[in-house]
């Protein structure tokens, strides 16, 4: 299926989760309207997983190995990969595929019971799809805005993380990424939440204005890897 010019591939997977997160989706696209030039694919990890494989192989000659992430890819609901390709116009340049694997082996209610649990625990903000999609989200922006090579917000990040709040969840402390992803979308849900959430927010839609206009964000992916159906 076709969601905003997004080729979705939805057949494994439960129609409520995908739903919910297409409506968290479109209103991403609201806030956001130039991502949806960049994600490429939303599908089943399977499908997800094969897409990697076959475009680093199409591109690089490289044989990613993903069976350790598929085996163990029940414990997750979402993945996303933001991937730097070479751009077939400009050698000079890179254009980005985005594609997001959503678990076909978690149905509507074990994605709850899951979110529930962690949530409960602390170890991720997110207590329901559409959060958890924000942090994708998260995940979106900080691979084509580069963000870990932004020396001040990483310096910034790192003294959040090296004196961490009770406020924050565990698995934002397992790594820069994982922080930038999981404040922003606290943000998008309650923007004031603590100070790296807004700092992190307001940092975000900072560089979104600064990319809108470039190839970061305007540029359709003209490799066409992804985007069309399978014959």
């Known amino acids: 299926m076709d969601f905003n010019g997004i080729y979705v591939d939805s057949k494994k997977i439960d129609p409520k989760v995908l739903n ?8 991403i696209f609201i806030k956001y309207p130039n991502l949806k030039n960049r994600i490429d694919y939303i599908g089943p990890l399977k499908g997800f997983f ?34 730097p390709l070479p751009d077939p116009h400009d050698p000079f340049e890179e254009t980005n595929f985005i594609i997001m694997g959503i678990n076909e082996r ?7 019971l899951k979110l529930y649990k962690v949530h409960n625990e602390n170890l991720l903000y997110a207590q329901n799809i559409e959060e958890l999609l924000y942090h994708e989200v998260g995940h979106m922006f900080s691979g084509l ?5 932004k020396e001040d917000l990483f310096g910034r990040v790192f003294e959040y993380m090296r004196v961490p709040s009770e406020e924050f969840s565990s ?7 994982e922080f930038i992803a999981e404040h922003f979308s606290k943000y998008l849900s309650n923007p004031t939440f603590n100070e790296p959430t807004e700092y992190i927010g307001n940092m975000i839609d900072k560089y979104y204005d600064i990319y809108s206009d470039t190839n970061v964000l305007c540029k359709s992916n003209d490799l066409q890897l992804i985007r069309k159906p399978k014959k």
């Open 50 to 83: 094969n897409e990697i494989t076959s475009l680093l192989k199409s591109e690089y000659n490289y044989n990613y190995k993903y069976n350790f992430m598929e085996k163990n890819g029940i414990y997750n609901s979402t993945f996303v990969a933001t991937c």
């Open 20 to 27: 919910e997160y297409l409506n968290a989706l479109e209103k």
């Open 106 to 112: 978690l149905n509507y209610y074990k994605t709850y």
């Open 171 to 177: 698995y934002s402390l397992s790594s820069f990424e």
């Open 145 to 149: 805005f580069k963000l870990i090579k």
